[in-house]
């Protein structure tokens, strides 16, 4: 199932987005990725899944529609920066300067 209308010009129907999340954070971070041109929904089912569409992406994210765990929009927030560095990195936007992890005092 594939959702054009919605990626065509970000113009959904009845004038608002689809059901994103129960959480806020999430439902407000995912917005403006689509808001942005550069992410689409590709699915609408239990969870919304999430594709990117700038050249060289395939990268496709589920998002929580329901979570129950607090730490879950810092995990879907990680996980997106994540992938975003990969990609600037993989496109050339930002080179890859990998800094030697520091042992951590508490690391035993």
Known sequence: MHFASWESSNNFP????????????IRDFVQNLLRSGQWEI???GKHVIIRHIAKGAKKTIVVPSTPSDPR????????????LRQYLIQT?????????????????
């Open 14 to 25: 009845g004038g608002s987005m689809p059901y994103i999340s129960s959480d806020k954070n």
């Open 42 to 44: 590709v699915r609408h």
């Open 72 to 83: 879950t929009f810092a995990n879907f927030r990680r996980d997106y920066f994540r992938y």
């Open 92 to 108: 050339g936007w930002i080179q890859n300067n990998s800094i030697p992890e520091i042992d951590s005092p508490l690391a035993a």
